[in-house]
């Protein structure tokens, strides 16, 4: 006998002699029972098991669980209770003391169980069992068995000759030969039994049972347990390894990881027994071949059809969710167990400020849950059974507890998108791999490679600066700023308006500023702006961080330029005309004037006064009038406006001044049968004026010579001179020293008359209500100085006759007078000494003509004419004269002048035969010209007066054969060009302003336009040529509501284009007519 028998039988003693010790005070070690079929011990906690393990003669006994039993590592370690020396747990029954009774695991767990069996034979939690033994409703999860070399290992049962039944075992085992998850070696029927897990052998490994024996059977039964060789063996099998016994309604689905020959997919090798009715997945196995059964592929497995001679009423089940769609045992329905392997390697991709991808590998687990939890430490421990709800918003999932653990994801994903997130922040993120339904999930809690993982948010608010407004214009403006997406896609635009606060306002387009982590300059273009207006503004950058806003800033838009139209000029003489226009302001200050001169393009021009127009936004009429013009010339004139946004410039028109005289004279009727000698208006008033001749008449109009009333008679007698201070006093002189005043208008007469006298008064002038002069015949010349309350002075410094006074316009200051004589004499007083004295032209000039009258201009021009068509000028206030050129021969009888202003004259002489001659210009140079007019008569004329630039009047010798018998002759120097008449169509009252076009058109001379007023107001119809010269005003005055036409006599116009024009507050209207004569 060698020395390892010897060890052996030695073992073997003492352990029978230690067990029968222990069954001594088995009694009492349970937590209830009596060991017996019917009362069976009690196994409810680890101490119950512990004692049944240690005592062997507690055997042959039976037992029941009663509650789940579950062992920690402390428990295998050195000094806890199943250290046993480093074996751990102590199987029950052995090759010398079999386990002959039964145990009855109730349906009941014991996980966690180890065993370190070394060379020990027979290790399981159950080591031999004899076939009385009976096993039954056990459940053995995560089971750790580790067998160097010895033989004869299951994870239930290692040599098993009784019966086991609806019975489950998870364990991972790596022992020597003779292995199997459930049973090592069976010589007994196994029915509805299955495992899970791995098992590493060397020889006879079957994932269920390592070698089915003679006599030992197999039946509704299934492994999921992969096999794999610890060495080059033989014989491995997914179910059973060897097969000597009967397989009835079994599968195998583990992976059979071994080289060797002898391998299957179900059975490894078959010697003697049978095999029905049972399969194998040969892709999961990875063996298409079997010493028996039928391979299926895996849909194939998860089909019931596949198993139709199997009980799927009483024994077996399937469906996709359980069992990973394998069948499995309607009795023995396989716990949910925590997936072996974690997901592991979380990656973070697309980390925004608030959000971030989490992606990673998954586990084998049937799905998984991930939680998140702002943090950079921990674990999460999900509670078995408890199902999760997910929200990838953070937050809003399940939290475990109060942990601040939420669930963002439960699936069979690899990959989430987490929300809600706070920037800069650093989260924590596990995955959990879980196996089973809602409410009955376990979860593998464990860490693994990169699970769990930490990642922090971007710090990702946009950083926004507004910049100052550019390129601001009344209506438009450029906004600029800056974002910083700081690594977020980020957006860009404008708030604006005219809201201080922006609790309001407008926004601009957006603009894609990307995600970068450098400012990205933004602008946007601002239009129709109103002028003049302060608007606010700030840039705003927005992301999923945040929306951002810069601080506000503002600017002012200018005025705009002014809005400008020239209008053509109105009211236009011989030396003045009124500009027109309209200027827009168009809400800024503006300012409004003409610029103006004879430059066509007005390179160099004349300003008027400037005239604030406000700051409205409708335009507002500018006119102003131009005096002192030069006659007949050509003006350029155009509208400006000026405010803080510039200038404006209206077009150029033109107007061209009147030129005295250009006009017919006309016959005027007085109805007086003879003679008149000498006729007198008052400056500027055409209206009214008085004529004097023979008979002793002194004559009177108050309607511009339209007809003319008797206002003194003084028969036998003539009056040669009529002169008007003013419109009340006037004095009148003439044959026998007859003197009369009249100082209210005409209407009574004073007679100062000389008395006796025989002397004849040819001239009178006035230099005041009070002073007057008179001369005549053979050196007759008197003077008053009080209006004539007393006697006429009588001045003998002249022999000769005289046939005209006149004083210059600043007599009361320089005391200036010349009086014309007969035969060239002519008188000068200068001063108020009275002293006249001879100017001798007779031997200067060679003048020997009767002077009949004189004129002054100012107070050193004056003009004289005589007869022979004799004409003389001075220039020094009648120290010397000149003797200018005249287009007639004929006696001039009389001369007059007006001023039209800046010191430019028309000068008019009448005389014998109709004559009338015209000179203009300056006081220097009028007079050095002469033009003859046409007055339409061959008698004599005698007296001149010119009122107005408009009206002209002289008088002249009785008619020789006229009709009525003997009128006496005149006339009407009128510079009026047309007549009008203007009567009312209807009183309906139209709807809008219109001006019609004329007709006929083309006319000649007379043509009728009509125009509707829908309200009363103020009408203008005015006529201008194509020059835009002003040359008619048709109405000019307030028209009632109606519809009215004009008739335009055009007697005095030459053939072509006019145009007339309606204008009324708010509405002008131009339309074109011809005349064709």
């Not at 700023?481 to 926004?507: C, H, R």
């Not at 040529?1025 to 519809?1043: H, M, P, Q, W, Y």
């Amino acid at each position: 006998m060698n020395n390892y028998y010897i060890l052996k039988f030695i073992c073997t003693f003492f352990l029978i002699a230690f067990t029968g010790l222990l069954s001594e005070v088995s009694a009492q070690s349970y937590s209830g029972g009596s060991g017996t079929v019917m009362d069976p011990y009690l196994i409810s906690n680890k101490s119950d098991l512990e004692y049944l393990s240690e005592n062997s003669g507690e055997w042959g006994k039976h037992f029941k669980q009663t509650s789940d039993l579950t062992f920690v590592d402390a428990d295998f370690q050195i000094g806890g209770n199943f250290y046993n020396g480093g074996s751990f747990f102590i199987p029950i029954g052995n090759l010398t003391i079999k386990f002959t009774g039964s145990y009855d695991g109730n349906n009941k767990k014991i996980s966690n169980l180890k065993f370190n069996g070394g060379a020990t034979f027979y290790v399981g939690f159950f080591g031999y069992t004899t076939n009385t033994s009976q096993i039954k409703n056990l459940t053995l999860l995560n089971e750790q068995v580790n067998v160097n070399s010895g033989q004869y290992t299951g994870g239930l049962v290692a040599w098993n000759e009784g019966s086991i039944t609806d019975c489950y075992v998870d364990a991972v085992i790596d022992a020597a030969t003779n292995v199997g998850v459930l049973v090592g070696n069976n010589r007994g029927p196994i029915l509805r039994c299955y495992v899970t897990g791995s098992v590493n052998a060397g020889n006879r490994v079957g994932g269920l049972v390592g070698v089915l024996g003679a006599g030992g059977s197999i039946s509704n039964s299934f492994s999921r347990a992969s096999v794999s060789d610890r060495a080059v063996q033989n014989l491995y099998g997914g179910l059973v390894g060897d097969c000597g016994g009967n397989i009835t309604n079994c599968y195998a689905t583990g992976l059979v990881d071994v080289p060797n020959s002898f391998r299957g997919g179900l059975i490894g090798r078959r010697i003697t027994g049978t095999v029905s009715n049972s399969y194998w997945d040969t892709i999961t196995t990875g063996l298409s071949t079997s010493d028996g059964g039928t391979g299926k592929n895996t849909t194939q497995m998860n089909t019931q059809s596949t198993f139709n001679t199997w009980d799927f009423t009483n024994v077996w089940g399937i469906n996709g969710s359980i069992n990973s769609g394998y069948p499995y045992l309607l009795n023995n329905v396989p716990p949910v167990l925590a997936p072996t392997t974690q997901a592991f390697d979380l990656v973070f991709s697309s980390v925004q400020n608030v959000n971030f991808t989490i992606n990673w590998t998954n586990g084998n687990g049937s799905a998984r849950a991930v939680f998140v939890k702002q943090t950079n430490t921990g674990t999460v421990s999900p509670t078995d059974n408890t199902t999760y709800t997910a929200n990838s918003i953070f937050g809003s999932g399940t939290q475990i507890g109060v942990s601040g653990w939420y669930c963002v994801y439960n699936g069979t994903g690899s990959n989430v998108t987490v929300t809600n997130l706070s920037p800069g922040t650093e989260y924590r993120v596990m995955v959990c791999e879980y196996n089973g339904g809602a409410g009955s999930e376990v979860y593998n809690i464990s860490s693994a490679t990169n699970n769990p993982r930490n990642q922090t948010t971007l710090n990702t608010f946009p950083v926004v600066t507004s910049s100052a407004a550019t390129n601001i214009l009344s209506s438009s403006a450029d906004l600029n700023g800056s974002v910083n997406p700081n690594g977020l896609a980020t957006d860009g635009y404008f708030e604006w308006g005219t809201d201080n606060t922006l609790t309001t306002f407008s926004t601009t387009s957006t603009q894609s500023v990307g995600s970068g982590t450098s400012a990205v300059n933004i602008s946007a273009n601002l239009t129709g702006l109103t002028p003049n207006t302060t608007y606010y503004f700030r840039a705003v950058g927005v992301n999923l961080s945040a929306t951002v806003k810069s601080s506000i800033l503002n600017f002012t838009t200018p005025a705009a330029l002014p809005t400008v139209t020239t209008i053509a000029a109105t009211n236009i003489t011989v030396s003045s005309g009124t500009l027109n226009g309209t200027v827009n302001p168009n809400l800024g200050a503006t300012d409004g004037y003409f610029e103006w001169g004879t430059d066509n393009t007005l390179t160099t021009f004349s300003t008027t006064a400037v005239q604030p127009l406000g700051s409205g936004n409708t335009p507002v009429d500018i006119s102003e009038n131009l005096s002192g013009l030069l006659s007949g010339t050509t003006y350029y004139f155009r509208a400006v406006g000026s405010n803080s946004a510039g200038i404006t410039k209206g077009l150029i028109l033109s107007f061209t001044t009147n030129i005295p005289g250009l006009s017919q004279w006309e016959p005027f009727e007085t109805l007086f049968l003879h003679s008149l000698y000498s006729i007198s208006f008052v400056d500027g008033n055409p209206s009214t004026g008085f004529a004097a001749g023979e008979q002793g008449t002194i004559l009177k109009t108050t309607n511009y010579g339209v007809n003319w009333t008797t206002v003194l008679s003084v028969p036998g007698r003539w009056f040669n001179s009529v002169q008007m201070f003013n419109s009340n006093v006037i004095y009148g002189v003439g044959t026998y020293g007859m003197i009369y005043k009249s100082a209210d208008g005409g209407n009574t007469w004073t007679d100062q008359s000389i008395n006796g006298s025989d002397k004849h008064f040819r001239s009178v002038y006035v230099v005041s209500a009070i002073e007057a002069y008179a001369v005549g015949f053979a050196g007759t010349f008197y003077s008053t100085t009080d209006g004539g309350s007393t006697p006429w002075v009588q001045n003998t410094q002249i022999p000769w006759s005289m046939h005209s006074i006149a004083m210059s316009p600043n007599f009361s200051v320089s005391g200036n007078g010349i009086i014309a004589a007969t035969d060239g004499y002519l008188y000068r007083r200068t001063g108020f000494s009275g002293t006249l004295n001879h100017i001798n032209i007779r031997q200067t000039l060679g003048v020997y003509d009767y002077l009949n009258s004189v004129v002054w201009l100012d107070d050193n021009n004056a003009i004289v004419v005589g007869n022979n068509g004799r004409i003389l000028k001075t220039s020094n206030a009648g120290a010397s004269w000149t003797i200018k050129t005249s287009p007639t021969g004929n006696h001039l009888r009389a001369v007059e002048a007006i001023n039209f202003g800046a010191g430019e004259f028309v000068v008019i002489a009448v005389g014998d035969n109709g004559t009338i001659i015209r000179s203009h210009g300056f006081a220097g140079t009028v007079g050095n010209s002469w033009t003859v007019e046409s007055s339409n008569t061959t008698k004599h004329l005698y007296g001149v007066s010119l009122p107005s630039l408009a009206y002209g009047f002289t008088i002249g010798e009785k008619g020789q054969g006229d009709s009525p018998p003997g009128p006496a002759s005149y006339v009407n120097h009128n510079l009026t060009i047309s007549t009008t008449t203007v009567t009312q169509i209807n009183s309906v009252i139209p709807e809008r302003f219109e001006l019609k076009q004329n007709y006929p058109n083309p006319f000649n001379p007379i043509t009728k336009i009509d125009f509707s007023v829908p309200k009363n107001e103020f009408v203008t119809i005015k006529i201008y040529d194509v020059s835009g010269r002003e040359i008619f005003t048709l109405l000019n005055e307030t028209k009632a509501a109606g519809n009215y036409s004009v008739s335009f006599n055009s007697q005095n116009l030459s053939s072509g284009i006019y145009f007339y024009m309606m204008r009324t507050n708010g509405f002008v209207q131009t339309r074109r007519m011809v005349l064709m004569k």
